[in-house]
């Protein structure tokens, strides 16, 4: 299958528009399931041959071109091989480059992104490349970017790990919701209150987070994140309860957690 998708990556590569592509997810980073897709990244500049695109992907699937699938997972394609997934992500690489400047300088967004229920946090698009294998590159341009961004930028950790405050707002917020009972809202604070505590435990770490998927796990294992972290995430959001009661207890442990999270990145 690898040589498949190698030889896919080398004819997308001659496209017009696309510089290069890159493989990513569990498979660029040798975290893979058997069952697990295959991540091409297409890097683009300028005008895409979408046309191009859809006569590679073939009959019947559907390419979305630039904006079609949201404002920061720009498009792409899901295709099957051999059954076996591939998806085709695209990503314009002069608006990479401009989402690493800024993470240089210790400025990141976080935007509203279907399938990202926590939102897309900019810093995504660096560590995309930090994290990928270049398959397709005759430009060169990724494998010069992917050694850059090899370096996790000491702003950005700063930035990341002082927006930890972030989640005792939200819980102090979720009490307030927890007493009248809104289960709702309180559950989505606490999601976003744990969301936050992640991305500064990697950050502190230099590690960069791409997504929401096995944030949670990995953040459990990081050396200064609070004794059992994971399971007493999972206690909390699997069951904050329905009553006020039950919500002011879950929240009240959520802020202890957040607490401790927050002084571990001080210390």
């Known amino acids: 299958m690898r040589a498949i998708i190698e030889d896919m990556a080398g004819r997308l590569a001659r496209v017009p528009g696309v510089v290069g592509v890159m493989l990513g997810g569990s498979r660029a980073r040798g975290e893979e399931r058997p069952e697990s897709d295959w991540d091409l990244g297409v890097y683009y500049r300028g005008g ?42 695209l990503r314009d690489l002069d608006r990479v480059g401009r989402v690493w400047a800024d993470c240089r300088e210790g400025r990141y967004e976080v935007g509203v992104q279907a399938g990202h229920p926590l939102g897309f946090w900019s810093p995504c698009y660096p560590g995309e490349v930090a994290l990928g294998q270049p398959l397709a ?97 999972r ?16 929240v009240a442990r959520a802020r202890e957690l957040a607490r401790e999270t927050v002084g571990a990145l001080d210390g």
Not at 59 to 88: H, I, K, Q, S, T
Not at 199 to 208: D, E, N, P, S, V
Not at 240 to 247: Q, T
Request: proline letters at 6%; charged letters at 20%; hydrophobic letters at 50%.
């Open 48 to 89: 895409l041959d979408l046309d191009g695109l859809r006569a590679l992907a073939g009959p019947g699937v559907e390419v979305a071109g630039p904006g079609g699938w949201g404002p920061w997972v720009n498009g792409g394609a899901w295709l099957e091989v051999d059954g076996v997934a591939v998806d085709w992500i």
């Open 137 to 233: 590159d005759p430009t060169g341009e990724l494998t010069d970017l992917r050694r850059q961004t090899a370096d996790y930028p000491e702003p950005l950790r700063e930035a990341l790990t002082a927006a930890a405050w972030e989640a005792g707002f939200l819980l102090d917020t979720a009490a307030k919701s927890a007493a009248r009972a809104d289960v709702l809202h309180v559950s989505l604070c606490l999601s976003r209150a744990v969301g936050v505590l992640a991305q500064a435990l990697y950050a502190h770490h230099r590690r960069w987070c791409l997504n929401e998927k096995g944030a949670l796990a990995v953040a459990g294992r990081l050396p200064d994140a609070p004794a059992d972290f994971g399971a007493r995430v």
């Open 235 to 250: 206690a909390l959001l699997g069951a904050p309860g329905g009553s006020a009661a039950e919500l002011t207890a879950t």
